[in-house]
Each structure stands twice: as C-alpha cells, then as structure tokens.
C-alpha cells in the first residue's frame, strides 16, 4: 500500500521569507512523487515531479524538493515567499505495483503569505 | 489550447435527482479519471479509465457511475445523488500510464446535493 502525509495542514509565513512544506510517504516499490499546487477557485497544476532520477528535483516558480529516500520524505521549499504563492499545496505518490494508475494525494497544507 | 473541460462548473440539486458531469479532453489521452476533493480529506480517487470501454474503482466509487465510450468523454454519473456526495469534483487525464506522466486537470465541478 502506498500512502501521503502532510505534516502541516496550515503554514504561515512573511513575504521574502522562505517556505518549507512537509511530506511523509509509505510506498512498498520504489515511488513517483508529485507536489501539485492549487490557487482558490482552481483546478490543481503541477509544480514539480520525481521519478527516480535526480533526487533534488526543480520545479516552477523557483520551488524545489528533495526526495530522501533514507528519511522517506519529499519536502517542498522555496527560498523566499510571494504573495502569489498563497495556495494549497499537495504530495502525491504513485508507485509501479498499481501500474501508476493509483494517485494517492495528502490532505494538503495550506500556505499563507503576509506581506 | 490543451485542456481538461468539466460542465456544470456549480450545481445544486436536490436528493435523488440522477446527475452527469461532463468531462472532456483534447490531448488524446488514454486515462483519464474523476476526484472528489472534500476539506480536510484531500483528493480522493472515484472511478479512472485506462482507455475507451476500460474503467475502473478508485477509492470511493460507491454512489458514482461512469463510462468511456469515446477516447475524450469519461462522463460522471450520479444516479441518485445524497448529501454526502457534496464536494468539489476533478476530471483529470494524462498519457499512458508510467510514472513520468503527468495529469492535467479541469477547473473543478462544486455539487451541493440538499
């Protein structure tokens, strides 16, 4: 079985300041990881994706994760938060035993930005 | 421009009174598959279709029905639709399964069922 946990359900941070969202998997085969992002109102966009190649992956809008597989963990960063990143974030995991047609996505952390 | 389209984007109906969302693409893809996003609960998986007249369960098909009669259309059918079945819908789709790939998503359906 494979699963997804976000650690935080809410994150706040300051504009400029930098953001750090966590993700926890369970996978029983080597996974594929996904952060989706979604702005109210709006359907989901990817951000950025895993695959078993690079373990540092870059994404858009100057996001990155690290996938640790020692730690089983694939954490989403950002160095310095935008206003226009306020949105909710999701992990997702896929895996070769369900033949990647089964997404398992987290409940998802919100992130606020102040100015 | 290539997309994922859901109709109706909002609806409110009433319990029992059968249902279909639409969803359609432009990618020719072959799987395509319907969420429902509930808070707290994140996006679980209803039904997904590897390719036409193929289809399967997600993780909560009970309720829903669906088909694939055409490589672009995977309508949702709510046969007779509860309060529980409240929540925000997405039809995705992507290309043949591998774990590279990557869903599109459609704008959302918000069904409110009184």
């Known amino acids: 079985a494979q699963s997804v946990t976000q650690l935080d359900s809410h994150v706040s941070v300051s504009e400029g300041t930098p953001v750090l969202l966590r993700c926890n998997y369970s996978s029983s085969y080597s996974p594929s990881l996904f952060w989706y992002v979604q702005h109210p109102n709006k359907g989901l966009q990817l951000l950025l994706k895993?695959?078993?190649?690079?373990?540092l992956v870059k994404g858009i809008n100057g996001f990155e994760a690290e996938f640790k597989k020692s730690e089983t963990s694939f954490h989403l960063t950002k160095p310095s938060a935008h206003m226009s990143d306020a949105a909710e974030y999701f992990c997702v995991v896929s895996s070769m035993n369900t033949g990647f047609q089964k997404l398992v996505f987290g409940t998802g952390t919100r992130l606020l930005v102040s100015p | 421009e290539a997309q994922v389209t859901q109709n109706p984007r909002y609806l409110i109906t009433v319990t029992g009174k059968k249902l279909t969302v639409t969803c359609s693409q432009n990618?020719?893809?072959?799987?395509m598959s319907w969420y429902r996003q509930d808070p707290g609960l994140g996006l679980r998986q209803i039904y997904y279709?590897?390719?036409?007249?193929?289809?399967d369960k997600g993780d909560v098909p009970e309720g829903y029905k669906v088909s694939r009669k055409e490589k672009r259309n995977f309508p949702l059918i709510l046969e007779s639709p509860s309060p529980n079945q409240t929540s925000l819908y997405f039809c995705?789709?992507?290309?043949?399964?591998?774990?590279?790939?990557?869903?599109?998503f459609g704008a959302g359906s918000r069904l409110t069922v009184l």
């Open positions: 990618m020719n893809h072959e799987y």
């Open positions: 895993y695959t078993s190649a690079a373990t």
């Open positions: 995705a789709s992507r290309p043949p399964s591998s774990g590279a790939n990557v869903l599109t």
């Open positions: 279709s590897m390719n036409v007249e193929v289809t």
